[in-house]
């Protein structure tokens, strides 16, 4: 009679992978690690998305730190947001102790410090890495209105704004830009350009510009304009290695809604700006979207749709996106219905709204004979997660009460001097180091009133004038056809695409 296979083995048996995977740790039963029943996460599967989630102290960021350094090793880039500047130890091997000694050896990990490839961003300017910009133009009306807080009309009166900018190339780079076209369409003149079309009303203006000057006070002022941030500069390698960039996020408290909207803004970029590639052997890049839940905090249900549609697409771009929270009920359930990846720490179940949301995250997990999942997830240890992913196959893995391999690297801040000289050494610090203010809405509306009104044009020549050179040269086919392309050019309106976010 054959032995039967132990509880650890047979969960363990759901996670075997033929290409290559990511090693999470070992699977434990009853207080038990086997450092033979391991899980993995199938590269393959990553851009199935997926979701890390846990109360605070319970390990997220460690777990982040452990993703990071394995997808960075097999050649993948990683975008993740480092809010508290712990996870700049990812730069810097990491020492070996006795608890990191422990948890290797019961888990069979040989483990060895660590190095691997950074590069540090902030966003606007003030922050320890290379300060990262947005155009208003490519924000688009959608995302803006998302951090300024308005309401549907204002935010529908914010589009058509886009709209007119758009439709008379008045690039909006800045918040100055916005400021001075607000102004315009509210005065005489601009009521004129909008007749047809609608208008803005007075009372609407003051509310965009009042939380406009709201923004700017936050530091917005400092993140919207040029050099705009090049998404491909998120996707680099070096010596083979995929590279992290860390976004610093020291301030966000300050403008939350800036932050979670700018990780939107940036999915939208990579969405926009990727080809379509299938079904990869691994991700292009991996995307961490820290502090989700200020995403998804009073957002709009087509603004929510925007979401559920750019995550059900963006896979097919390359991009694995892994949503980081304390609760999963942060996460909307059409979202949430898409990550295929689950790694779910400790709980905490001291109120009635806790044990709520915990009997909620009980029942997005398959249901498994192993564990008592409410009491499973309110009993993990620090560095422990129920975990189930996608298998290559596609099908859900056993869930597994899983004990986490340490991080390669430090766990912990290099320090600012450290991070000061890496940003200094950086190419991108030279890219972006320095903002450029170029003519655009703002010195074209300031322009156009210094100059005051428009003189009138000369009254048409008789039939007895001889043609002038302008309208002889317009009887040259080529030059009649390069002035239809020039107005074609001209009068081309920008193309936005679902976030209201400028197509490229």
């Known amino acids: 009679?054959?032995?039967?296979?132990?509880?650890?083995?047979?969960?363990?048996?759901?996670?075997?992978?033929?290409?290559?995977?990511?090693?999470?740790?070992?699977?434990?039963?009853?207080?038990?690690?086997?450092?033979?029943?391991?899980?993995?996460?199938?590269?393959?599967?990553?851009?199935?998305?997926?979701?890390?989630?846990?109360?605070?102290?319970?390990?997220?960021?460690?777990?982040?730190?452990?993703?990071?350094?394995?997808?960075?090793?097999?050649?993948?880039?990683?975008?993740?947001?480092?809010?508290?500047?712990?996870?700049?130890?990812?730069?810097?091997?990491?020492?070996?102790?006795?608890k990191v000694a422990?948890?290797?050896?019961?888990?069979?990990?040989?483990?060895?410090?660590?190095?691997?490839?950074?590069q540090f961003l902030s966003l606007g300017t003030g922050g320890k890495g290379a300060p990262i910009r947005a155009t208003i133009t490519s924000f688009g009306p959608v995302l803006l209105a998302k951090v300024l807080g308005l309401n549907e009309t204002q935010e529908s009166t914010l589009g058509l704004i886009f709209h007119w900018a758009d439709q008379r190339g008045l690039a909006l780079l800045d918040t100055k830009d916005l400021r001075s076209v607000i102004t315009h369409l509210t005065g005489d003149e601009g009521k004129e350009d909008l007749k047809g079309i609608g208008g803005v009303s007075a009372a609407t203006a003051g509310v965009i510009l009042r939380a406009l000057s709201n923004l700017e006070a936050q530091g917005g002022e400092a993140f919207f304009g040029e050099p705009e941030l090049d998404v491909h500069d998120l996707m680099r390698q070096a010596g083979g290695q995929g590279v992290v960039t860390l976004l610093e996020l020291d301030n966000l408290q300050a403008k939350p809604a800036l932050f979670s909207t700018f990780l939107m803004w940036l999915l939208a970029e990579l969405f926009e700006e990727l080809p379509e590639e299938g079904d990869l052997d691994q991700p292009k890049l991996v995307f961490f979207f820290d502090e989700a839940h200020l995403l998804f905090a009073d957002a709009s249900k087509a603004f929510l749709e925007r979401?559920?549609?750019?995550?059900?697409?963006?896979?097919?771009?390359?991009?694995?996106?892994?949503?980081?929270?304390?609760?999963?009920?942060?996460?909307?359930?059409?979202?949430?219905?898409?990550?295929?990846?689950?790694?779910?720490?400790?709980?905490?179940?001291?109120?009635?709204?806790?044990?709520?949301?915990?009997?909620?995250?009980?029942?997005?997990?398959?249901?498994?004979?192993?564990?008592?999942?409410?009491?499973?997830?309110?009993?993990?240890?620090?560095?422990?997660?129920?975990?189930?992913?996608?298998?290559?196959?596609?099908?859900?893995?056993?869930?597994a009460w899983t004990r986490l391999r340490a991080p390669r690297s430090k766990m912990g801040s290099i320090g600012d001097e450290a991070v000061a000289a890496s940003v200094a050494s950086s190419d991108l610090h030279t890219k972006y180091g320095e903002p450029i203010d170029r003519e655009s809405a703002y010195e074209k509306l300031a322009a156009k009133v210094a100059a005051g009104p428009a003189p009138e044009a000369p009254a048409p020549a008789s039939k007895k004038d001889e043609p002038g050179f302008l309208e002889s040269a317009m009887k040259n086919p080529a030059v009649k056809s390069f002035m239809r392309s020039a107005a074609s050019a001209l009068g081309r309106e920008i193309t936005r695409g679902l976030f209201g976010n400028r197509k490229r």
């Open 1 to 98: 009679m054959a032995e039967q296979e132990s509880p650890a083995r047979e969960i363990a048996a759901g996670y075997a992978s033929e290409g290559a995977a990511l090693e999470l740790g070992a699977v434990v039963v009853d207080g038990q690690v086997d450092a033979a029943a391991a899980v993995r996460l199938p590269l393959a599967t990553l851009n199935r998305h997926g979701l890390v989630a846990g109360a605070t102290g319970t390990g997220k960021t460690k777990t982040l730190q452990l993703i990071s350094e394995q997808l960075s090793a097999a050649g993948v880039p990683v975008v993740l947001a480092d809010a508290k500047g712990d996870l700049s130890g990812l730069a810097a091997a990491g020492e070996a102790n006795d």
């Open 307 to 399: 979401i559920e549609q750019t995550v059900k697409l963006i896979r097919s771009k390359g991009v694995g996106v892994f949503f980081c929270t304390q609760l999963p009920t942060d996460v909307p359930n059409a979202v949430l219905s898409q990550l295929g990846a689950r790694i779910q720490h400790a709980l905490r179940a001291f109120t009635p709204d806790d044990q709520e949301a915990l009997a909620k995250t009980v029942k997005t997990y398959p249901k498994t004979k192993f564990y008592e999942l409410d009491t499973a997830l309110t009993s993990l240890g620090i560095g422990e997660a129920v975990v189930t992913v996608l298998s290559e196959r596609g099908a859900p893995t056993p869930v």
């Open 102 to 118: 422990k948890r290797s050896q019961e888990l069979g990990d040989d483990w060895a410090g660590t190095a691997f490839p950074v």
